[in-house]
């Protein structure tokens, strides 16, 4: 079963300004978030928090139940329980099966058992043909693959994704987000990933963040955020949103089910 994740009067600063403030989100055990903000809202940066990557400014983050005291032996040990895909893709210079493989030798595991765990995801995400290649061989799609692939391998406890979806094809992106709930929920991986894109909340997250200037100003079930005046696009056109809400079509699965 996966780790629970809660982050506490976090506050992060970057040359000067407070770029980050959340009072409290509360990841439970299993369950998957998106969050979704403008450009500059702070997503990566609470992803990065999240991911022990970054220690904040002032606040707590709780792995799992217990506050993390930032020590470097604490971190290596509770990095080792989660998976992080970066918003640029960040391949090493050997081929796509290496590049997966790698995660794998680091934490200890070798020679057939990783064999078959490499094959098996990099078949999922359909990029087994691939294999042989380098990051300089691949499109921006496949480079995208490559690296969920990296982060999947590892079937951690926790995974945390930074706009994974981005220059997926949309029938390819529509079915991976089907494919990667399932997963999770069969997994019972904790997850958290950020967005740009409306039409991936319903398909994946079981619960979403807007993040707005570093704050998180509305939180709840896809379908009860009131996209139809969405404060963060309202507070930069002025406007009412421009996009429907419920997107048409968007409601494939059963919200609820896991
Ligand atoms: N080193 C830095 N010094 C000053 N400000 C920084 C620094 N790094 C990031 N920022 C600022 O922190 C804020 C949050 O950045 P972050 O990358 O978390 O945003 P984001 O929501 O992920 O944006 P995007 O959608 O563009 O990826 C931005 O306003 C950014 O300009
Ligand atoms: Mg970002």
Redesign the pocket.
């Known amino acids: 079963m996966g780790v629970g994740l809660r982050a506490e009067r976090i506050k ?1 600063i ?4 407070q ?2 403030a959340v009072d409290e989100l509360e990841i439970a055990s299993g369950e998957i978030w998106g ?1 979704i ?12 928090v999240l991911s022990l990557l970054e220690r904040p400014d002032e606040g707590t983050v709780y792995f799992d139940g217990r506050p993390v005291n930032w020590r470097r032996r604490e971190i290596m040990e509770l990095r080792r329980q989660l998976a992080v895909v970066f ?1 640029e893709p960040l391949l090493l210079n050997t081929t796509v099966y290496q590049n997966v493989a790698l995660g794998l030798r680091f934490r200890g595991i070798k020679g057939p058992e990783a064999g078959r765990r490499v094959q098996k995801w990099l078949e999922i995400l359909g990029i087994a043909h691939l294999a042989l290649r380098k990051p300089w061989e691949l499109s921006g799609g496949e480079a995208r693959r490559v690296s969920l692939a990296r982060a999947l391998v590892l079937e951690p406890q926790v995974l945390l994704l ?2 994974p979806f981005v220059a997926l094809d949309t029938p390819t992106r529509a079915a991976l987000l089907v494919e990667l709930r399932r997963l999770l929920k069969g997994r019972g991986i904790t997850a958290l990933f ?1 967005t ?1 894109d409306f039409m991936e909340l319903p398909l994946l997250a079981d619960r979403v963040a807007v ?1 707005c200037d ?1 704050r998180i100003v509305e939180t709840g079930r896809p379908r009860d955020i009131p996209w139809s005046s969405w404060g963060p696009y309202r507070g930069q056109t002025g406007e009412e949103s421009p996009y429907p809400w419920p997107w048409p079509g968007v409601w494939t699965r059963d919200e609820g089910a896991k």
């Open positions: 992060v970057k040359g000067r300004v770029v980050l969050i903000g403008p450009n500059g809202a702070g997503k990566s940066t609470l992803l990065h918003q930074d706009e950020v740009h993040l570093g």
